[in-house]
């Protein structure tokens, strides 16, 4: 058979034209009507920067190879796309190129939908959602009022982070272990501002405990939730420090007859009342200080001092803690930095290791003779008995605390939607009315500088008439923060033209929830935990009926690997080399031009310092949009790192090749009549083509529906290819054979290669055919069990050859009465006594009575 070259680049092109054509986007599948339920798979939407990102090729291509599929088989699929568009980028680039971010963002959006469709995704365009589009950031505001209304969004004064170099203020969840921006990585400064928060911790309880449920989110995700969330469980304890009443919180109340001092917060207000009184003691609140004040145990009456120190934090529990130097390790420094030394302890280890004057900090032991009433108790039970205890004298009380904050969403920033709300002198914080709504960015040619409210310096913005008293009032001049606008954008792509109401509940909740969420891990946190409370809230006050998932917006997570850049650097210094610094040898070494010497070849996240980018666009125009598909879920498990190699694409060329020569081959064969064959008459070739094939189908059937081991799925794919190529030239098979098991190949191809699909389709049919992307998934076809031919003997004489299955001498019973029941056994033994049976691999030798 000849082999042809096919130039894969242009199918990809050819076939979306036509597609597009027919007027069913890049998928004539959407044609025909769903015969089942609804599938809602989505991926994370892009922030429009204006290129599309190797880590979007990879997760745009999982997202679209898994609608085609779940379309195929008869779904109804929700399979939306949008722009998270409001941000930094669009506005820095606005400042420093002088443009306006909304045309900026426009064009960005404009270029990668582009792109999108060169790597032919499908999505379901007629639910885009752009999030710095007014009939959009309309409802997002509305979403704030909603939550003003119910109590959640409310505005105080508070310390907070702030961003030198973008100049704004961050939420907690932006800032990272070591006190950086998430965005800018500047170091963030404390500042005192008021600012709107969101009540995230009123839901603090049913955010973790729901987790539980979340049974097919990564395991990983779930535990970076919870300990964000940090829920502690333990008690409050009243203490009498002079005139005043306060509080602590501790996981450890059994440990209260070991407490040797009080410690505060800086901002604790008994601290903040000493400051006034005594500044030359509030100056050494940052390293600790000793107060001229004591303390009542309440439990036993006695007095401790009392202190100020940096390491308990003023917003968690009390601002307050009870010193424990012999149990607690943060207490023992503090107590050896204050110069104390005498510890008093209440617990031992089991094993009664230890000596009194060392500290022991374990969680479990035994309550010693110090302890009063808890002497000779594990610690466990203790702590239940120091709590009833606590509880019936009124000293204190069970109870569970959270390391969460509320969302601090003002950002100082324009390119946001901004905060719709009016500060009026009479009426105060007045929300903007519904008929008001949107609140209008102003339309601004150019931005004059980063940060510091610009909106703040637009007369025509800031000054409003008041909606409540018609007096001069102000506009709020923040924006909110970007995750706002993304922490509800699954909802609006299922109403998305709705322009009464944020979404209708009656449209929304039988298409919720999220079937499957596709997204990098980089995520788990911030916009996880957000799309989580504000579902919560949605269902809370009826915007959606979440009641069956206790407001819980995804069912399945999964979070993709990233993909990581070939880089070449300098072996001694390690410096990243650029393309233009090295050549690749034959052999594949790379050498530096300058030194001669073999570069360090490594994978690592793309970068532009590193000079290891690559770009999706280049690899399509390269090898079509269906190798590089193909390529991409190839490369890597879904879940791990993808070391991104272009070179190694060529397999995938090679394998597609393949598929087309096929079409070629079988076509000839096509031309005369083909008539179907039965399989009870299939050759034993024809029985071993079927059942591969279809042990593949199943393979890969089982691979896109459950496991998602999308690698595996083109490995098959290769196999089945193999399969069907090898036995072209094969005079056992018969083309009817060979045609079905190749189109149940096209159509299980067609979610990862449409239009290779497409193009073998058509080239294989000397008649006129529709698109196989309209094909049902293939549904796989019974095994056929294959025989083999056994030798019969009769007394020392061949009598007759009897086809049967191969294990057929396995089962000895079995074996004689199918033999016995055939017209040749009848005749050749029929009812003579049967004396022996020898039962041998391929022959069965009776000897029976003459
Ligand atoms: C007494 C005690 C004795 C404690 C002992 C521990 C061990 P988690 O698990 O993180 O909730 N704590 C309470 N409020 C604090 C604050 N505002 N700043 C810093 N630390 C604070 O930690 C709870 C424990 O952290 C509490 O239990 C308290 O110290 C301390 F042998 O109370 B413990
Ligand atoms: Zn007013």
């Given at each position: 058979m000849s082999r042809r070259i096919f130039d894969l680049t242009k199918l990809d092109t050819k076939w979306a034209t036509r597609?597009?054509?027919?007027?069913?986007?890049?998928?004539?599948?959407?044609?025909?009507?769903?015969?089942k339920g609804k599938i809602y798979s989505t991926a994370m939407f892009p922030y429009p920067s204006g290129i599309l990102h190797m880590g979007h090729l990879r997760v745009y291509t999982i997202a679209d190879v898994l609608a085609r599929f779940y379309r195929m088989q008869g779904y109804n699929v929700i399979n939306p796309m949008g722009w998270d568009a409001f941000g930094l980028p669009a506005e820095n680039a606005a400042v420093d190129r002088n443009v306006s971010p909304e045309n900026w963002t426009k064009l960005n959006i404009s270029k990668m939908k582009v792109q999108m469709e060169a790597m032919l995704a499908d999505f379901d365009w007629d639910r885009e959602v752009t999030t710095c589009d007014?009939?959009?950031?309309?409802?997002?505001?509305?979403?704030?009022?909603?939550?003003?209304?119910?109590?959640?969004?409310?505005?105080?004064?508070?310390?907070?982070?702030?961003?030198?170099?973008d100049q704004t203020v961050l939420a907690n969840e932006q800032v990272d272990s070591e006190g950086r921006s998430w965005r800018s990585g500047a170091v963030v400064e404390k500042r005192l501002l008021e600012q709107w928060f969101l009540g995230i911790t009123k839901f603090a309880k049913e955010l973790n405990a729901d987790l539980d449920t979340l049974d097919q989110w990564p395991a990983k995700v779930k535990a970076m939730q919870?300990?964000?969330?940090?829920?502690?469980?333990?008690?409050?304890?009243?203490?009498?420090?002079?005139?005043?009443?306060?509080?602590?919180?501790t996981t450890r109340a059994e440990t209260i007859f070991s407490l040797q001092y009080l410690a505060l917060a800086a901002d604790h207000p008994i601290a903040t009342k000493i400051k006034q009184t005594a500044p030359e003691l509030a100056e050494k609140y940052d390293t600790g200080v000793k107060l001229?004040?004591?303390?009542?145990?309440?439990?036993?009456?006695?007095?401790?001092?009392?202190?100020?120190?940096?390491?308990?934090?003023?917003?968690?529990?009390?601002?307050?803690?009870?010193?424990?130097?012999?149990?607690?390790?943060?207490?023992?420094?503090?107590?050896?930095?204050?110069?104390?030394?005498?510890?008093?302890?209440?617990?031992e280890p089991e094993d009664g290791s230890l000596d009194a004057n060392e500290p022991y900090f374990g969680a479990s032991g035994v309550m010693n003779a110090d302890s009063q009433f808890l002497a000779g108790l594990s610690a466990t039970t203790a702590r239940k008995k120091i709590i009833e205890h606590l509880e019936s004298h009124q000293l204190g009380r069970k109870r569970t605390t959270y390391r969460l904050r509320d969302w601090l969403i003002s950002r100082q920033r324009?390119?946001?939607?901004?905060?719709?709300?009016?500060?009026?002198?009479?009426?105060?914080?007045v929300p903007v009315p519904d008929d008001q709504l949107p609140v209008l960015l102003p339309k601004v040619d150019k931005l004059l500088g980063r940060g510091g409210s610009p909106l703040a310096q637009i007369p025509e913005f800031v000054n409003v008439e008041c909606p409540s008293c018609g007096g001069a009032a102000r506009r709020d001049t923040d924006t909110m923060d970007t995750f706002m606008d993304s922490s509800w954008y699954m909802f609006r792509y299922l109403d998305p033209h709705n322009e009464q109401q944020l979404m209708d509940p009656k449209v929304v909740s039988p298409l919720l929830s999220v079937d499957q969420y596709l997204g990098g891990v980089e995520h788990a946190i911030l916009h996880l935990l957000y799309v989580r409370f504000v579902s919560k809230f949605l269902n809370k006050i009826g915007y959606w009926d979440g009641s069956a998932v206790n407001g819980e917006p995804i069912k399945k997570l999964v979070s993709q690997g990233m993909v990581h850049g070939r880089t070449f650097s300098e072996p001694?210094?390690?410096?990243?080399?650029?393309?233009?610094?090295?050549?690749?040898?034959?052999?594949?070494?790379?050498?530096?031009?300058?030194?001669?010497?073999?570069?360090?070849?490594?994978?690592?996240?793309?970068?532009?310092?590193?000079?290891?980018?690559?770009?999706?666009?280049?690899?399509?125009?390269?090898?079509?949009?269906?190798?590089?598909?193909?390529?991409?879920l190839f490369q890597a498990p879904i879940e791990d790192v993808l070391n991104w190699d272009e070179d190694k694409i060529v397999g995938i060329e090679r394998w597609l090749a393949k598929v087309l020569t096929i079409a070629d081959g079988l076509r000839e064969r096509l031309k005369e009549s083909v008539q179907p064959k039965p399989t009870d008459l299939y050759t034993r070739s024809e029985i071993s083509i079927h059942n591969e094939c279809q042990q593949l189908l199943h393979s890969i059937t089982d691979s896109l529906s459950k496991s998602l081991s999308l690698n595996t799925v083109i490995s098959d794919y290769m196999k089945f290819t193999n399969r069907i190529y090898s036995e072209l030239n094969n005079k056992d098979v018969s083309t009817a054979v060979l045609y079905d098991s190749y189109l149940d190949l096209l159509k299980a191809l067609s979610p990862v290669t449409p239009s290779v699909s497409e193009e073998a389709n058509e080239m294989l049919h000397p008649w006129p055919v529709e698109s196989i992307l309209t094909a049902d998934w293939p549904e796989i076809r019974?095994?056929?069990?294959?025989?083999?031919?056994?030798?019969?003997?009769?007394?020392?004489?061949?009598?007759?050859?009897?086809?049967?299955?191969?294990?057929?001498?396995?089962?000895?019973?079995?074996?004689?009465?199918q033999i016995l029941a055939t017209p040749e056994g009848q005749k050749w033994i029929g009812t003579k006594n049967v004396k022996k049976v020898i039962l041998k691999p391929k022959t069965v030798v009776f000897i029976v009575d003459k």
């Open positions: 597609w597009k054509k027919q007027g069913c986007l890049l998928n004539p599948r959407r044609k025909v009507a769903p015969t007014p009939a959009y950031y309309k409802w997002t505001q509305k979403l704030f009022l909603l939550m003003y209304e119910h109590g959640y969004a409310y505005r105080k004064k508070a310390e907070i982070n702030w961003d030198p170099v919870r300990n964000w969330i940090g829920e502690s469980t333990g008690a409050e304890i009243r203490f009498q420090v002079g005139e005043e009443t306060t509080y602590v919180y001229p004040l004591e303390a009542t145990n309440l439990v036993t009456g006695e007095k401790v001092p009392v202190f100020v120190a940096p390491y308990v934090i003023s917003g968690y529990g009390h601002g307050a803690v009870m010193g424990c130097p012999a149990h607690d390790a943060r207490d023992y420094e503090f107590w050896k930095s204050m110069g104390e030394t005498s510890i008093r302890s209440t617990v324009f390119w946001g939607a901004p905060i719709p709300i009016v500060h009026c002198d009479r009426c105060g914080t001694e210094t390690g410096r990243f080399l650029k393309p233009d610094e090295y050549e690749i040898m034959p052999d594949g070494r790379a050498v530096i031009k300058e030194s001669g010497k073999t570069a360090t070849v490594s994978f690592e996240k793309m970068s532009k310092s590193k000079h290891n980018g690559a770009d999706p666009s280049d690899c399509i125009a390269r090898h079509g949009a269906d190798a590089t598909r193909a390529h991409v019974p095994f056929i069990a294959a025989t083999v031919p056994y030798t019969v003997m009769v007394n020392g004489r061949m009598r007759f050859v009897y086809h049967g299955p191969e294990n057929l001498i396995e089962d000895r019973e079995g074996c004689i009465s």
